[in-house]
């Protein structure tokens, strides 16, 4: 059963098509995957998919809501959550703080509950703060729960970014280059982690990659894009032999 539908996405910045025609089929429980090199359109198709801009032309489908001309809020409501190719988080609130921020933005308090500190509200806040610590204990993060995001180790900040994006319970999660800057024993323990996270959640993930092994690993299909266009799709084992793909990564000549 498909989730998420693409039809035709379009988008242009001045003269320049940043994507071009991007289609895609995401099944409720698939792992896909969007490779290609610097420039080729990934992160604004993300940020179309989420409501950053607008598409000039296509269409947008979660389920049966059409997406299309939806505010980021209304996306993410919606049922889609993103981790960001440089990580976002509050660097300077706690582990905990970040989840339960999360949480509270999607708790809908009316002001003046909150303003007051009213019985309820004290109560949810309390419920809140017993949730995001249970959220934090199935990422093995309840221990850090006490210290600064910004202060956690690379990986773990990765991890905390991801347990953040799943606290609301997303349909869909947008990984934006997830291994970007990491050593290899932490790519290893960002593939388990994915793995885990499409385990024990039931979500499809849209993975942006630049390291070939996190796609190969993790994703049933692929698509490649150039110059905003689609140039390839399918198995990763497929798409890496696709001449059109070698050529656009290594900028082979073809004979
Ligand atoms: N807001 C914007 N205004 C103008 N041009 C933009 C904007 N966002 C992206 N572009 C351009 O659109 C093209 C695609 O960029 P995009 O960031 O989507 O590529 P990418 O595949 O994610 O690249 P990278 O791997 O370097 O992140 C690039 O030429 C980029 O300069």
Redesign the pocket.
């Known amino acids: 059963m498909t989730v998420l539908r693409l039809e035709n996405l379009t988008k242009t910045?001045?003269g320049?098509t940043?994507?071009a025609g991007f289609s895609l089929d995401l099944g409720a429980r698939d792992i896909q995957g969007v490779i290609?090199?610097?420039?080729?359109?990934?992160?604004?198709?993300f940020?179309l998919l989420t409501g950053v801009?607008p598409p000039d032309s296509g269409t947008m489908t979660l389920g049966d809501l059409d997406l299309t001309r939806l505010s980021p809020d209304a996306i993410a409501r919606a049922g889609i959550a993103r981790t960001f190719?440089n990580i976002r988080l509050f660097a300077r609130m706690t582990v905990l703080d970040n989840i339960a921020m999360a949480l509270h933005a999607s708790a809908g308090y009316r002001f003046w509950e909150a303003a007051l500190r009213t019985g309820p509200f004290r109560r949810r806040e309390a419920e809140l703060r017993a949730t995001s610590l249970e959220h934090l204990e199935r990422f093995g993060l309840a221990d850090s729960r006490d210290e600064l995001a910004g202060s956690l180790p690379y990986g773990e900040q990765r991890r905390l970014e991801i347990a953040r994006a799943l606290a609301t319970g997303p349909r869909v999660l947008l990984l934006d280059?997830p291994a970007a800057g990491m050593n290899p024993r932490e790519v290893e323990q960002l593939i388990r982690l994915i793995r885990k996270v499409h385990e024990d959640f039931p979500l499809a993930i849209l993975l942006?990659e630049?390291q070939l092994p996190v796609v190969m690993e993790l994703c049933g299909r692929v698509q490649v894009?150039d110059f905003?266009q689609t140039i390839a799709s399918g198995a990763p084992r497929d798409v890496v032999r696709d001449p059109l793909v070698i050529e656009a990564y290594l900028g082979v000549e073809e004979p």
């Open positions: 910045f001045g320049l940043a994507v290609g090199p610097n420039g080729a359109g990934k992160t604004t198709t940020n801009y190719q280059e942006i630049h894009l905003g």
